[in-house]
Each structure stands twice: as C-alpha cells, then as structure tokens.
C-alpha cells in the first residue's frame, strides 16, 4: 500500500462505528489492517488531537500541489481540507489541514516544507490550541436587559422579593435561580486522565471539557470550579460551602484514596447529589458494556469469572458494581498481584474494600496468573502490562476491555486472535467505553427530578439504559455499547436515573413535574 493512498484511506477508519453502513467485521478488519501499515510505517498513528493548519504559499504551476502533498505524506502526514486562501500573480496560497501522530511529527513535517526552496511557510497553526483560545465555555444571560423596566425586574429592587421567597422557603431556590440546572465540575487536579497530579490550573482545560460536554449531551449548565488544596477536608468544606448555589456537584479527577472519602462524606453531609464520575461513571459504562458483550458470548454474570487489573477508585467501583449486578467471581489485582482478604503489602483502604468484597477464594498470584481461565479482563490500569500470552490463556469467548488511556493494557490487534468481544477507551477502535455515555443523562435525570442524592439503584438503571440503546438484533462482538454521539443515549439514562430516583425516595420532584 502506498504511503500516499494510506494517508487518503485513513479517514474513513477514523469515523463512528455505524451499524448498517458497513459490515463491523469486515470494517474492523480493514481497520487492523490500516493500523498496521500505519504503524509499520510510522510506529505511532496520526491524530486529530496534534492537527496543524499550515499556509503555505508556492508557484500556481502544474506538480507544485503534488510535490506538496508528497513531502507530507511520504513522512506519514494526514492531508485533510485544503483550502484556497488568496492567488496574486503566479503565486497560490493554500491552508492545509494535517493531522500528526506527536508534536515532533509535526515540527518534521514544518521543517521539510520549509526545507523546500519553492515553498513559503507563512503560517503554523496548533488546531488543539486554537479550539481552547479562551477557554470552551461561556456564560450568556438568558433574558434581555435593554429597558428601566428590565433592570428593575432582574436586579434591584424587584429582584429583593425574589430573595424574600427563597428565604422563606429555600427549595423555590430551584424554580427562582440557576439552582435547577447547574453542576459544578470540582476537581484539585491530582488525577487528571493520562496525566497525573498537574495541579489545578492545568486541570482547567479537562474540567472546561466535561461543562462543555454536560451542556452538548444533556443540556446541563455545568460549570469547572479548581481548588488549590489536595487536603480532603478543604475540599469538602468547600463543596459545602458552595453547594448552595448547585443542584448537583460532579468530582473529577481526584486521586484515590483521597476521592473516595471525599465522595462519601459529602453525600453524608450534603442535601444534593455527589457523583465521582472517574469511579461511578467507568463503572456503570463497564456495566452496559459487559451486559451487552454477555449476551453475544450467550453467558450470565453468575457464571463468569472477571480478571481485574486496577486496584484504585474505579476498580473499586466496577467491582462493587459487577457485584450488584449479580456477578460473584471477581479477582482484582495490582502491581504486587491479586488482592486477597489478609494480604498486608502495598494496601490502602480501597484495597481493604476489595480485599473484604472480592475474591472469596483468596487466590494468589500475579495478574497473569488470575488471567488464566478467566472469562472477562478488566483493566482500569496502565499500558502494556496484559500480553497476547495472557488472553491466549482466558476461557473461549473471552472477552477483554483494556480501558487504560491513552494506551490500553493490551492493543486490540495483539489480543484479537484470541478474544470474542474486544474494548478500550479510545475513539480509534470499535467498542469505545467513554464516561460521556453517562454523566450528562444521570445528571439531567437527577436535576430534573431535584434528587438529594445518588443510590446504587439509579447507577444499575443508567448502566441497564445504555445497554439497551442498541437492540438485541443489532448486537454484534463490534458493537456492544452505543457511539458517545448517539442522541438517544442521555435522554434514556435520564429517564431511567429519575425513575430509580424517585422509586428510591430520594426526589424532591415528580417526574411528571419534571416534564
């Protein structure tokens, strides 16, 4: 395959999985196919997270196009638009739209161009950094103030008789304020996804991400709010001091064991719904993903046995989870192997909760080991840490979610001779596990019916919701959990979170009120 043609074809294996376009099997294996001259050719694959826009300007003559895309795509560069800028005289000035594996990709791709005596780079544009100018979120007002009789409805002194009746009965806060509608997204910036403790001004970004994905899904006013503490009680008092204002708080990126205190305490001691979204948002997403794979490998959660690598929050979660949903042979390891009740290296209180909750039999034995035989792995961990040799090991129709990122535990393509369902956490691959699946349908079904708290019965329901998105008939080893951009998703979930809601006795709110 030419590295020309390569470069062209990419695009279509960079699309959603869509079900009825295209044969899944056979689009997963022009894929894996596509993956692997890719990465014979490059090591790395390119990317829309290092896209540049590069002006150029060269001689309007036949082949100077040519030579251009060549130069770009002989070094494993991804042409997407281009686009005509200005023509003056002889000389042509285009936009290029590349994608890149890394930034070094993309500074050898600059420098060859410049290399080329024919060719201006008048321009180098970072897409990435282009989109976060600013930040990604705004707050815009919701009614006009263009007259006297506006400013003194909205603010003074009309608005002292909306205080009056929030201070008489605190819950029109819902109907008379931004209460009803708003997240706040905390985080102190200690865990931040691939990343680690960067602190919580570079977690910004990541935390403008989430509001802005709350409000595309779901409708959610959602706002990023940053401590500069990792001291647990500062920030719980700080929830609580803010907690006013918000209908819901969602924890983010908060190191554990820290987060799992963090979150238990202030659902204790707050009177509005706490969710940790890094532990109960994987969780319920791993819940919808392994109900429907079970279906494809026609076996139930009682009978199975799940492998886990990953002993921290989310580990705990999904364990706690798969539990209630009626699996019983759960095996969680970490870097010292399987955790075990009476064990005593490298433990935490997490890992006393899964060392009491998981693994009856007190195996032994490093992750490989607890591989062995097992009809599911599950890694919340890091990259490469799961060989070929250890899925060739499972049990048949083995199914794996390597959900670490950006790199899994194990690549699809190494352990797809092996397994019959096959997940990760990335886009790039076919049965993407993502936390957008969820939080913004729990939190709209949370908001909509003023729930004071999360229950395990509300997290079972958005796991059930998101399953059953896809139909039984459509099922398929390729397609076992919905695509992050299937609008039917968060309006299920937050039906089905509302239901539970007030099914458990924790809404303020009716959902017939809620509509």
Known sequence: MAEAKLMIDKHAFQQPLQIGSVEPTIRLQARRMFKSAAQDHLMKVVSPSYSLTLRLRYPDSAGALGRITSIIGDVG???????????????????????????????????????????????????????????????????????????????????????MAIHEEPDAAYNLTIKKNTVAVVSDGTAVLGLGDIGP???????????????????????????????????????????????????????????????????????????????????????????????????????????????????????????LAGVEQIVVCDRSGAIYKGRSERMNPVKDWLAENTNSAAETGSLSDIIK?????????????????DVQGMADDAIVFALANPDPEIMPEEADPYVKVMATGRSDYPNQCNNVLCFPGLFRGLLDVRAHSVTDEMKLAAAVAIASVIRQDDLHPDYIIPSVFNRKVAPAVATAVAEAAIKAGVARKSQEAAQ
């Open 77 to 163: 560069g991804s042409i997407g638009a281009v686009d005509i800028v200005d023509v003056k005289g002889t000389a042509i000035t285009r936009d290029f739209t590349v994608n890149t594996s890394d930034v070094d990709h993309g500074d050898k791709i600059v420098g060859l161009l410049k290399g080329d005596n024919q060719i201006d780079v008048l321009k180098v544009s970072d897409r990435t950094f282009l989109m976060h100018l600013g930040g990604k979120i705004e707050v815009n007002s919701r009614i006009p103030v263009k007259t006297r009789d506006d400013l003194s409805m909205a603010y003074t002194p009309g608005v002292a008789r909306v205080c």
């Open 373 to 389: 035989g097992s009809d599911v792995l599950i890694g919340v961990s890091a990259a490469g840490l799961v060989s070929a040799e």
């Open 201 to 323: 001004r570079a977690a910004m970004p990541v935390m403008e991400g989430k509001a802005l994905l709350f409000k595309e899904f779901a409708a959610v006013d959602a706002f990023p709010i940053c401590l500069d503490t990792k001291d647990p009680e500062k920030i719980i008092e700080t929830c609580k001091l803010i907690a006013p204002t918000f209908g819901g708080i969602n924890l983010e990126d908060i190191s554990s064991p820290r987060c799992v205190e963090i979150e238990q305490r202030l659902h204790e001691e707050l009177d509005i719904p706490v969710f940790h979204d890094d532990q109960h948002g994987t969780a319920i997403v791993v819940l919808a993903a392994l109900t429907n794979a079970l279906k494809v490998v026609k076996k139930k959660p009682a009978d199975i046995r799940v492998a886990m690598s990953g002993a921290g929050a989310a580990g705990m979660a999904i364990a706690g989870l798969l539990k």
